[in-house]
């Protein structure tokens, strides 16, 4: 049952939309879910098949959570789904088994608040903030302990798997006990992050009674669980597969392989592994030498060798990864194993366009940019071409034409590649677009994008000609059909042909333009164009 509002602890199950063993897509509909404000459509965010529905048509408060349906990604395992599973109850006990480890320090955080000991107080769990968040990071705390909260007010700033949202109050009181601390990482929806109080004479209570660690489990379980793999793989000590020149100097220096460290891919003995042993003494002589055995050929001596090659660290940096970034990856290989990318690339002169927006800023005092234009552009180009302003359906087989020319364009920010919308973008006049580019571009820089400003679009413009890019290709943005990638505007010299008919050298402004298309929706004669 997922969580379709903020404040969504169950739901009802108004009407099943798909039947057992039918096919489903990435945005069908499922079923219809009343909630505590309205009933919703719940969309499906993977393709595969409806195996087994586990709560019938017109149950009623299904808590968020609960398993409601089984699906597959092959037809030819729904038969395999036991027949006997039914409720959602057993699938639920089962779930949560496999969540115990993930949810440990958040069990613990709970239990460690004694209601019974506290003053009347609400306990704020973590909401979810969209259909298919279930777990967030706290990025920052608007309000201190002990301030006075009122209805609506930002009480703190929460980190999804879409963005970077508000999480309002809806009650008024004091923030008495902050459980999850600003920076916490991966806090499960519907886990304790806070305590808020009605009377301010409440506050000293609560933070008496409430452990001060409870909110620092929730990010210090995940480094601990990497530090045990660590530690694990350092114990293991041996290596599943070994270079060749590494191999040789095992060889030549008599070295006992199985107590050689591997820091290579895939459990790889690399040379630099070997020779850190040799210079370290850790690397203990073989057997057969030790028996005596024909000594090795003579080499350069063990000190020596370490000084011939470059110098590596063995220290190194865990970057985690934001929400954002983990779907932006996991979008970017879907569209590269899924859709047929075909290439077109022209270089346009871009002189013309620099005198147009000379033009604006001199004779209008309109400042636009290369970009603003560009965006213009392509959406009067998609207009006049419809067949390229649409997209491929999987389930039909078939090339859906878009009614609206939706522009989305790519911001760079520090948690990730945002795509924000310029919606109708061949019915704004280049100001227009120019003046909502600039403040989208913004909101997505600090991660305040409403879904509605990034969810869509028709199209998509990656422009990089503010670096010394000449020429890119870009990656589609699924499910959209085409990415138009822009590099940078050089001088080059060209013959031109004057009013006199006569080719004279000229220096001329030009720009690559570089179109990605979906092979299934554009042929070469549509992306021609």
């Known amino acids: 049952m997922p ?94 088994t496999d969540q115990d480890v993930k949810s440990e320090g958040g069990a613990q955080e709970t239990s460690s608040i004694n209601a019974s000991e506290l003053p009347p107080h609400v306990i704020l769990g973590m909401p ?12 920052k705390w608007r309000k201190k302990e002990g301030d006075k909260i009122e209805v609506g007010d930002v009480i703190c700033e929460i980190e999804t798997d879409k963005a970077t949202l508000e999480f309002e109050t809806l009650e008024e009181g004091y923030l008495a006990k902050i459980l999850a601390p600003e920076g916490s990482k ?136 934001t929400q954002i970034r983990k779907v932006i990856a996991r979008r970017l290989l879907e569209s590269k194993q899924t859709i047929p990318h075909l290439y077109l690339s022209t270089d346009v002169i871009l002189d013309p366009l620099l005198s147009f927006r000379k033009e604006l800023k001199e004779q209008h005092d309109v400042k636009v940019s290369v970009n603003d234009i560009v965006i213009k552009a392509v959406a009067i180009a998609l207009r006049n071409v419809p067949q390229a302003n649409a997209y491929w359906n999987v389930e039909k087989g078939e090339i859906i034409l878009c009614d609206s020319v939706d522009i989305s364009i790519a911001v760079a920010t520090e948690k990730g590649l945002m795509t924000p919308i310029v919606r109708n973008a061949d019915q704004k006049s280049i100001s227009a677009i120019s003046s909502e580019v600039k403040q989208l571009a913004e909101k997505a820089r600090v991660g305040k994008l409403t879904p509605n400003e990034f969810q869509g679009g028709t199209f998509s413009i990656s422009n990089l000609g503010m670096y010394p890019v000449d020429q890119f290709v870009a990656i589609i943005n699924p499910p959209q059909a085409g990415i138009l990638a822009v590099g940078r505007g050089n001088k080059v010299v060209e013959p031109l042909l004057g009013s006199d008919g006569i080719e004279r050298p000229a220096v001329i402004n030009k720009m690559n333009l570089t179109l990605s298309a979906d092979h299934r929706v554009f042929d070469g004669q549509v992306s021609g164009l």
């Open 3 to 96: 969580a379709l509002s903020p404040t969504m602890t169950q739901g009802n199950i108004a009407k099943w939309k798909k039947k057992e063993g039918e096919k489903i897509e990435v945005g069908d509909v499922l079923c219809e879910i009343e909630t505590d404000k309205a009933t919703l459509e719940f969309e499906c965010l993977e393709e595969g098949f409806l195996a087994k529905i586990l709560v019938p048509e017109g149950s009623k408060d299904v808590p968020v959570g609960q398993a409601i349906a089984i699906t597959v990604e092959d037809a030819d395992d729904i038969q395999n789904v036991p027949a006997t599973v039914g409720s959602g109850s057993d699938v639920k006990e089962e779930k949560s």
């Open 128 to 139: 979810a903030l969209s259909p298919t968040m279930n777990q967030g990071n706290i990025a």
């Open 186 to 321: 991966d806090v499960a929806v519907g886990q304790p992050i806070a305590i808020t109080v009605e009377d301010s004479n409440d506050i000293e209570a609560v933070k008496t009674s409430a452990s001060s660690s409870s909110g620092k489990k929730v990010k210090e379980e995940k480094p601990s669980h990497h530090g045990s793999k660590a530690e694990a793989s350092k114990a293991k000590g041996n290596f599943k597969r070994i270079s060749p020149s590494a191999k040789l100097l095992i060889s030549e220096h008599g070295l006992d392989a199985s107590s050689l460290h591997a820091s290579g891919p895939y459990g790889t003995l690399l040379k630099t592994d070997v020779l850190a042993a040799i210079k370290s003494g850790k690397g203990k002589k073989s057997s057969a030498v030790e028996k005596g055995a024909p000594p090795p050929q003579k080499s350069p001596q063990p000190s020596a060798i370490p000084s011939l090659e470059p110098k590596q660290s063995d220290s190194f940096e865990d970057l985690p990864n």
